[in-house]
């Protein structure tokens, strides 16, 4: 049994992202978290970046459906702004009425893949300072080859979809790893097994 859910007042949400590589499996996970949540008796929400917010549609429409990308220096400034009205706009009023908020992907996928980009760490987090950090943080660990073989099978890809990128951006999300700033989950399983783990960190950590 998990017990009573605790009560999450005003100002008292919980903030929960949700990473990895392109078709790593992060949407359908967020919303079968989502669902797990909500059946439980807490106020969860999925939301996503890019966002649904005006930089976000650019950022979708102007940046990710390019056959070349735009200079790396911009495209993380883009997707700050975009990270910084999706805070105030969405995610901050959310948890001041105590929700749970999942976001598909968050300031991770910047260090990530800007990052394998060639930009300094350091001045990845400095323009996205302005972001809160998250409480808990997961990882979606799919092998590149894996999600190689997904995007092969959609139409069309984004610039960011090849496999260089790709392996690049992995070394840097298992370096955050490493660090202790995600929790890893083996994404290379079926959908169940993977979101059973995943409800395990966050109902013990929500518990606790």
Known sequence: MLGAVPEMGAGKGFLICIEGLDKSGKTTQSHLLVKALNSRGFNAVYTSEPSSGEIGKFIERYVLRRSWRIPVSVEALLFAADRIDHVEREIKPMLNEGKIVVSDRYIYSSLAYQGAAGLDINWIMEINKM??????AIYLDVPVEVVMRR????????????????????EIYMALVKRGDLLPVDGNRSIEEVSADIQKIVFDRLLS
Do not use: H, N, W, Y
């Not at 972001?131 to 808990?136: G, I, M, V």
């Open 131 to 136: 972001a809160p950090k998250p409480d808990l």
């Open 151 to 170: 995007i092969a099978r959609k139409r069309g890809r984004s610039v960011m979809e090849t496999f260089e990128t790709q392996r690049r951006v992995k």
